[in-house]
């Protein structure tokens, strides 16, 4: 990370635009799962932020579920979301990566759909509370656990609106 | 971590950096914004005015935070180099993708250097709806509608 107050160059406008290219050293970490210090020991978990993130790997289970068991009710909404439910299903991947002591083994009841239900709002609802509950857990979390919750957060959020 | 949301004796040096970052990703967005809405016919310009404002009221809001922080403004660009020709309204919608792609990036450095509560608190928020507004985009422009991890580097 460069935090660095100074006014910027001139080469600062295309970075901005240019998407993602800012910010990566900090970050990188995450992707390889690592949860050691980023910048001088602040990024050590304590327990307690530790037992929230693995709490989280709870919820974005049952938002994996959650796609299952909605295209269960609805065979024809299966297809129409194959490519977000496979992104829930990275998500998640990267969540446990993260929080290496989380072990919820026991499958989510993350029940379905009530019969006769509309099988997508159900689903829409599900990821709602799913990224709502990412938010809360990011508010309490720091560095790249922060980031990547918010992150995951978004993302359902933006499952969430697919299925307006 | 102390999350009392109170500066106190915390260090906030990198989470005001990621913040003036913020800002100059959001002044960004309000330039491209106008980019996109020129390249759309007039009835299709209400979702890129709509998008604009809401950059403009973020930035103004973070503005207002430096400002309480005694830091210094962080001041736009008279232009931005654009990553792509613009010439369709497909070419628009890409655009306000990479446009919301850039200003989720610079939240999620945000949450990745924020120190107080609060401030990840409006990092989320921002950083979700940047990417409702993407899936728009996206939309529009062709492409897979979300993405797993928004803002989030590649690796």
């Not at chain 1, 290219?21 to 327990?47: F, M, N, W, Y």
């Not at chain 2, 003036?20 to 979702?47: I, K, S, T």
Request: glycine content about 10%; overall charge negative.
């Amino acid at each position: 990370m460069t935090p660095s107050p100074a006014p910027r160059p001139s080469g600062f406008s295309r970075r901005t635009l240019l998407a993602g290219v800012a910010g990566a050293a900090g970050l990188a970490l995450l992707a390889a799962g690592c949860t050691s210090d980023d910048d001088g020991g602040t990024d050590a978990a304590t327990p307690a932020e530790a037992d929230r993130l693995a709490a989280q790997v709870g919820v974005q289970e049952a938002a994996v579920a959650a796609y299952a068991a909605a295209a269960a009710a609805d065979p024809a909404l299966g297809p129409r979301v194959a490519q977000q439910a496979q992104q829930a299903m990275a998500q998640l991947d990267k969540l446990r990566a993260a929080a290496p002591g989380a072990t919820s083994s026991v499958p989510p009841d993350a029940g379905g759909p009530p019969p006769g239900a509309d099988a997508r709002a159900w689903l829409r609802e599900q990821l709602g509370a799913a990224a709502g509950a990412h938010e809360a857990a990011c508010a309490e979390q720091a560095a790249a656990r922060a980031a990547l919750l918010g992150s995951v957060a978004a993302g359902l959020r933006g499952q969430e609106a697919v299925l307006l | 971590m102390a999350d009392d949301g109170a500066p106190g004796d915390l260090d906030t040096a990198a989470e005001d950096g990621a913040l003036r970052e913020a800002v100059a990703a959001e002044h960004a967005a309000v330039w491209g914004y106008g980019v996109v809405g020129a390249a759309l016919p007039p009835q299709d310009r209400g979702p890129a005015v709509e998008a604009e404002n809401a950059h403009r009221d973020v930035r103004d809001r973070l503005g207002a935070l430096l400002e309480e922080r005694d830091l210094d403004p962080v001041a736009a660009q008279g232009a931005y180099e654009l990553p792509f020709p613009v010439l369709s309204p497909v070419d628009a919608a890409a655009l306000a993708a990479v446009l919301e792609a850039g200003v989720s990036a610079a939240w999620v450095a945000v949450l990745d250097d924020a120190v107080l509560a609060p401030t990840r608190a409006l990092a989320v928020r921002e950083l979700g709806a940047a990417e409702v507004r993407a899936v728009r985009w996206r939309t529009a422009a062709g492409q897979v509608a979300t993405t797993p991890f928004p803002g989030l580097p590649a690796g």
